[in-house]
């Protein structure tokens, strides 16, 4: 059967898909506000919008993570194995490569969730 | 399983002859042309070290003045270049370059390589390094050294009345150490995933291997943005491009947004080496392999990607917006997460080993605790309202000092003892390591701990003096105190380094019976590994019987060198299967020409000496050519060689199966990373106008849109050419001949915009950035040009053919990158007023 997730690919560079994700969104929210804030008088609607924005652009970039955590816990044969992945094999560097992409996409999950919490308490560009 | 070799003793001594005519270093006076890394590393290691003493004996030289109230041992004005100096060195010309050598000495080592893929790069950088320091540390002695403190805020850095020539040679002098830098990064990521041991899969590779590509990643992503600023800042001062005065559009703010966007991975940059070799010590001390190796991936990781979203904690009390300041503010704590897990992963290997408390792991446990005290304060100012009183303040200076001697200097300290027997043969002295990490462990609590309280109380950075009543003679009594026991410790380090040691009985070459691959080889050898291994376990040394035997007999890969030439083996990045037979350069002159007279263009532009500045850039540009010409993509004498184990490997691959290619992409990586950051200041510009043009002219649309064409056109001729090249056809050349007369048109309409519509840099920051950004394009339109004529020449020289095309496509590659450039320039400039009018 065809799967609708991407299969496995063979690459190092999918061990940075969720820090990559964390940077845009993080990197999405100081441009936003950084731009709201200089330009809010030429323009027609308030921070609520860019708050409610990026709320969405959270949400966003919170499913990628846990896209790519499930990805990666497929890659870590959904935890059939335990640490260290220290064999010499193909499987166990297949193993090592999913459990790390697991773990930093818990820390990019919360490190996403740690920018978002100013949008929930902050409601206008005080200086 | 593959069947090693066997080898007679008579083989194995011609096969040792061979290998050690190949990688002799040469005696006399040429020594100096030697590149070999383990030369490279050596004196890179200790010229950081003897500026590290220097800025040291800079920081002495200003605890001495605060040692008591009203003290007038230096004048301010020296005071100003003496902190200047000793945190731009400090920063710059240690805690990097220190890292950079480390690497650079042991990573062939670690990886099971003979040589990282570039040798001669890297002597270009020590060469750039060792010139540029002295410029720098040299200017005190004429009192002119920069004097606006190591971030070198405008405007009181752009004001020439105030900051002479020291802001200047500050700008240049460390442009061309950040270039080193960058060298270093290309030269670490390449070797560290191309030319690992066979079998060293990534789940194999040593944990220093991971932090040092994590480390070369973050280079390349951080030193840029300062390049931009320091292009900015320099035009500011030489041309009176008022990009930081603001009378006339400029903002200071932009500086320290480019200047903490390098500032802030620096220090984890500086930090996750030093950490790394923490990570290399902590498993052999504790007898057992590390725990948690993947939590340490992720740390390494973690860290590397948080670290650039907190430049702006050191901007916050610049009146940002507060919800931006709480983002940063977020980020920082985050940060402290995966830092934590590397701490733990220590302490966790520690408990299930058997610790044996020796030095190196006396100044790590020292180390690691100072660094904590640093990290608890450091998650005391990421939160904005305790950063606004302690800003500025000795509480910073404190909380600075705990992080990086904490995480940087005890760790470096630990990793010479450890690795000193891998350098010389020989241990350091248990005892003087005692002592030593007695008086700097007590002397660096005593001298940095009362900062808190000064700084509490209110007392400022960067004063020179200060009144009896304030309350803080007691603090910087007890300060200076603490810093010259401090210092005492580190002198009894240092002779400790260079007393002269007994000759010891036997052959040790493993002392501290560590698991990893450096400690099978030979410091008398300069072959590195005496055959390249099959790598099946993290800790080689521990879990594979006989290895060091077998390396040694040549029964694994490259045990002779009968091409003459010095080769080590490229492997596939995941697996690490063998893939080419590389060969690297060996014994010249070029690196040290190329970087002394690359030096001569910085140190000339200094003092505005213009003559010299372009005489020293052509003799720049022929030695580069040169270098290239003859050392690069060579065409073998064969098209595969025998690597032993019956197999038989390619000399001469291109694409990105290549290390060239490779290092092209990242080198370009981090050339895009300058460019995205001087278009980040055009944008910045826009939002602190109304309207950013103020009026002025702007490009106009036709040109920068003409310019645009004729890049596309250009980077399609060289697209064709690679082709028409591949296929033999001789039309390769006129593809290329046209490329370069495309490339001469679109640099110069690209020109044509600002010049014909009247736009004065000197006038306001919106021409003034157009003009820059263009100029951009242009030196890179340039440096187009020259791939393209170098690419036609080695056609004609029939050095680049059909099968051997290395050249092309890595220019290819490059101008990959130049049409990317070309189009945010000119789509940027021609169109964004427009959009935005």
């Known amino acids: 059967m065809k799967s609708v997730i991407p299969r496995e690919v063979e690459s190092l560079w999918t061990l940075f898909t969720a820090p990559t994700v964390w940077a845009i969104h993080f990197l999405g929210c100081y441009a936003a506000v950084a731009v709201y804030c200089a330009k809010a008088a030429s323009l027609d609607f308030g921070f609520a919008v860019v708050r409610l924005a990026l709320g969405g652009l959270t949400v966003l970039a919170l499913m990628a993570i846990v896209l790519s955590a499930y990805l990666a816990w497929r890659q870590w044969g959904f935890g059939s194995g335990d640490p260290p992945h220290d064999e010499p094999t193909r499987r166990d560097r297949t193993l090592f490569q999913g459990f790390a992409t697991l773990l930093l996409s818990g820390l990019s999950f919360v490190a996403v969730v740690y920018a978002a919490i100013p949008l929930i308490f902050i409601a206008e560009c005080q200086r | ?837």
Not at chain 2, 534 to 554: C, F, K, M, V
Not at chain 2, 758 to 785: C, L
Request: proline share 6%; glycine share 10%.
């Open chain 2, 1 to 837: 399983m593959v069947e090693l070799g066997n080898f007679s003793p008579e083989e194995r001594a011609a096969q040792e002859e061979r290998l050690r005519s190949v990688w002799k270093t040469p005696g006399g006076w040429r020594y100096w042309t030697s590149v070999n890394n383990s030369e490279i590393g050596l004196w890179y290691g200790v010229t950081a070290f003897a500026f590290m003493l220097f800025a040291g004996l800079l920081g002495l030289l200003m605890r001495a003045q605060l040692a008591t109230p009203n003290n007038d041992l230096i004048s301010a004005d020296l005071y100003n270049q003496a902190f200047t100096l000793h945190g731009t060195v400090m920063m710059f010309l240690f805690a990097v370059p220190i890292f950079e050598a480390v690497a650079i000495f042991l990573l062939p080592s670690m990886l099971g390589a003979r040589e990282l893929p570039f040798p001669r790069l890297s002597a270009f950088g020590f060469w750039s390094f060792l010139l540029g320091g002295i410029f720098v540390c040299g200017s005190i002695f004429f009192d002119s050294a920069p004097n606006a403190g190591w971030f070198m805020y405008p405007p009181l850095a752009t004001d020439k009345e105030y900051a002479g020539i020291g802001a200047d040679i500050w700008l240049l002098g460390l442009s061309f150490i950040e270039v080193a830098s960058i060298a270093a990064a290309v030269e670490i990521i390449v070797g560290i995933m191309k030319c690992r041991a066979p079998g060293m899969r990534i789940n194999m590779m040593p944990m220093f291997a991971w932090y040092l590509l994590i480390v070369a990643g973050m280079i390349l992503f951080a030193f840029p943005p300062l390049i931009a600023g320091d292009i900015l800042f320099e035009m500011e001062r030489m041309f009176d491009w008022p990009f930081f005065d603001v009378s006339r559009g400029g903002d200071p703010l932009l500086w320290q947004h480019l200047f903490w966007i390098f500032g802030h991975p620096e220090v984890y940059i500086v930090f996750l080496p030093a950490i790394a070799l923490m990570a290399m010590i902590v498993p052999t001390f504790s007898q057992r392999p590390i725990v948690g190796y993947s939590w340490i991936v992720l740390a390494a990781v973690g860290t590397g990607f948080l670290s650039f979203g907190l430049w702006v904690h050191h901007m916050f009390t610049t009146g940002l917006p507060q919800i931006s300041l709480a983002f940063f503010s977020a980020a920082s704590e985050a940060v402290a997460i995966p830092t934590g897990v590397q701490i733990f992963v220590f302490i966790a290997t520690m408990l299930a080993g058997r610790v044996i408390f020796s030095v190196p792991m006396l100044f790590g446990a020292g180390g690691l605790a100072i660094f904590t005290i640093g990290g608890l304060t450091g998650v005391m100012v990421a939160l904005a309202p305790f950063d606004w009183q302690a800003h500025d303040t000795y509480f910073i200076v404190a909380h600075l000092h705990y992080v990086l001697i904490g995480g940087m200097f005890f760790p470096i300290v630990a990793g010479i003892y450890y690795y000193f027997p891998f350098v010389t043969g020989k241990k350091l002295s248990a005892a003087w390591g005692k002592l030593a990490f007695w008086l700097m462990f007590v002397g660096f609590n005593l001298g940095f701990f009362p900062m808190h309280l000064s700084g509490l109380r209110g007392m400022p950075r960067r004063v020179f003096t200060y009144p009896e009543e304030f309350g803080w003679n007691l603090f910087n009594l007890v300060s200076t105190v603490g810093a010259f026991i401090f210092a005492a410790g580190v002198a009894t380090f240092v002779i400790d380094i260079l007393r002269p040691k007994p000759k010891t009985s036997g052959r040790n070459l493993n002392p501290w019976s560590a698991g990893t691959l450096e400690w099978t080889n030979d410091p008398q050898e300069s072959w590195g590994m005496r055959s390249v291994p099959i790598i099946t376990s993290r800790y080689p040394l521990w879990e594979q019987p006989d290895l060091q035997a077998n390396i040694e007999a040549g029964r694994y890969y490259l045990p002779d060198a009968k091409s003459g030439k010095r080769e080590t083996l490229v492997t596939s990045v995941l697996d690490a299967e063998p893939i080419q037979c590389l060969r690297v350069g060996g014994v010249s002159y070029v690196p040290m020409i190329s970087a002394l007279a690359l030096g001569g263009v910085f140190i000339a532009l200094t003092f505005h000496w213009w003559i010299p500045t372009i005489i020293c850039a052509i003799i720049t540009l022929i030695a580069i050519v040169w270098w290239l010409w003859t050392g690069t993509a060579q065409i073998p004498e064969a098209e595969k060689v025998d690597v032993g184990l019956g197999q038989e490997l390619p000399v001469y691959v291109s694409g990105p199966a290549s290390v060239g290619w490779w290092a092209m992409f990242i080198t370009m990586v981090g050339d895009g990373t300058a460019f995205a950051s001087l278009i980040f200041g055009y944008f910045f510009y826009w939002t602190v106008h109304d309207d950013f043009t103020t009026g002025a002219p702007g490009p106009g649309a036709l040109w920068p849109m003409v310019a645009l064409s004729l890049f596309i056109i250009a980077w399609l001729l060289t697209i064709v050419a690679r082709h028409l090249n591949a296929r033999g056809h001789p039309g390769c050349r006129l593809a290329l001949a046209a490329g370069i007369f495309a490339t001469v048109a679109a640099c110069l309409a690209g020109l044509a915009g600002p010049y014909f519509h009247g736009m004065d840099p000197t006038s306001n920051v919106y021409p003034a950035t157009v003009w820059v950004i263009v100029i951009w394009t242009v030196v890179h339109g340039a440096v187009g040009i020259v791939m393209q004529a170098y690419c036609l020449a080695r056609n004609f020289a029939g050095r680049m053919t059909t099968e051997y095309d290395q050249d092309i496509r890595n220019v290819t590659l490059y101008w990959h990158f130049m049409a990317f450039t070309a189009v945010i320039t000119f789509a940027v400039l021609g169109l964004f007023p427009m959009v935005s009018a």
